[in-house]
């Protein structure tokens, strides 16, 4: 079926501002990939999964303009010992990062990489993404697929000492960055991966994750600093027998932020969560868009999404749980909620299940209100101001989302940064 001249027209005038890097083992998952842009056309709102949001400024030729932000904090994970790899507005600053290298994995760059004709990486690069454009048409991810200029490739053989570390830093108003990572974990090995950082005024992210079996990742992330610029970001995970993926993000601040994960479960027994929680205000709009896949038996997904939004921020949650034939004792929990603190705000939300096993546990839920005034009454009641009865309530709704995070320290991090960002926001 041809596209309409105008989504075909909007297309190609992306795609001219964009250079395919040529040769090396990467080259025709590169143009298989721009072969699916072509197909596909770059979204538009008449697209079912973007109805909710407006993708222009995220596919135009030139990235809107945004400005550099001091949030006057010292950067998240400071603390925590980790090898530190950085990018600023999208290109690797081998000064600022540290050696790549780390016991028990494989550290590379997609950059340095790409001119050899055999790597690891070629099974994984765009594979898992091209599996995710179906039945969910994804081209930004396919976009990114094809024009992505660096990024890293790891592989995790044992589990490493320390955590990994991605900085996305962003210095230059008028950036647009393309990076795209892949993590190839082994049988029995473990790995945690930070990422933080505004990265760019318009960023486009993919990370391609393979966990072999009885292989574990957790996943955190912190969105935030520079809020006029623009992200969207994609994660494709294929997950073995008995491996574990966990991924939680926090977002704050960001005009618009699109964040969309698609899971896939192939061996038995596996588990994958993925959370959020973001606070907006004001010119802010936040899109979670989630799709998991049960293709094994007794395997469990969760998907945990908080938002709290005020001052006209939009939130948006689209999340799928499907379950195919055979995929029999499946548990798939999935729950989308909103706290509005004022009547401006809005919270969008569309929960799926499409279920083809008859032994299976799978529920949805979806809810959006205000702060509950008996316990905000109980709070001032005993001496608590106003501000900050209404902050602990804040913090008391989001703290399912958090509760995903498996190590403590950065859950306490996390949480940290969003008393921070609800001092910094209360009305005067």
Not at 62 to 67: C, Q, R
Not at 312 to 321: D, L, N, R, S
Request: with cysteine; aromatic share 6%.
């Amino acid at each position: 079926m041809a596209l309409p001249q105008l989504k075909q027209d909007a297309t190609e005038a992306r795609l001219s501002a964009l250079s395919l890097p040529e040769g090396g083992w990467s080259s025709a998952a590169r143009a298989d990939a721009l072969a699916r842009v072509r197909a596909m056309g770059l979204p538009s709102r008449r697209d079912e999964y973007w109805k909710y949001t407006r993708p222009d400024t995220l596919v135009d030729a030139d990235a809107p303009k945004a400005a550099l932000f001091d949030a006057q904090e010292e950067p998240i994970f400071g603390e925590i010992d980790r090898l530190k790899i950085v990018f600023v507005d999208g290109v690797f600053d081998a000064a600022a990062s540290d050696d790549l290298s780390l016991d028990g994995i494989e550290i590379e760059r997609l950059a340095t990489s790409a001119a050899s004709d055999i790597h690891w990486a070629k099974d994984i690069y765009g594979v898992l993404e091209a599996k995710g454009q179906d039945p969910v048409e994804r081209p930004l991810a396919a976009l990114n697929t094809a024009f992505a200029t660096d990024g890293i490739l790891v592989h995790v053989k044992q589990t490493p000492s320390k955590p990994i570390s991605l900085i996305y830093i962003h210095s230059d108003e008028g950036s647009d960055a393309i990076l795209h990572h892949v993590i190839k974990v082994d049988s029995g090995a473990s790995v945690t991966v930070l990422e933080n950082g505004p990265a760019a005024a318009r960023f486009n992210k993919c990370m391609e994750i393979d966990l072999a079996d009885n292989a574990t990742l957790h996943h955190v992330r912190a969105q935030g600093r520079d809020h006029e610029r623009r992200a969207a970001t994609h994660m494709f995970a294929r997950l073995g027998t008995e491996s574990v993926f966990k991924s939680f993000t926090l977002t704050a601040n960001g005009v618009l932020t699109r964040n969309e994960v698609v899971i896939e479960l192939t061996g038995d027994d596996a588990v994958a969560h993925v959370a959020g929680a973001c606070v907006g205000d004001g010119d802010f709009h936040h899109d979670d868009t989630v799709f998991v896949t049960h293709d094994a038996v007794n395997c469990e997904s969760r998907q945990v999404f908080k938002k709290v939004l005020r001052n006209g921020a939009t939130g948006v949650f689209q999340g799928k749980i499907l379950v195919k034939e055979g995929a029999q004792k499946t548990d798939g929990y999935q729950i989308s909620q909103s706290l509005l603190l004022d009547d401006d705000s809005q919270f969008l939300a569309k929960p799926e299940l499409e279920i083809y096993a008859d032994d299976v546990a799978c529920s949805h839920g979806s809810t959006s209100g205000a702060i509950d005034e008996e316990a905000l009454f109980y709070l001032r009641s005993r001496g608590v101001p106003e501000s900050d009865a209404t902050d602990l309530l804040t913090l008391a709704f989001l703290a399912e989302a958090v509760e995903e995070i498996e190590d403590e320290a950065l859950a306490e991090e996390i949480v940290s940064r969003l008393s921070e960002w609800l001092v910094r926001h209360r009305r005067s």
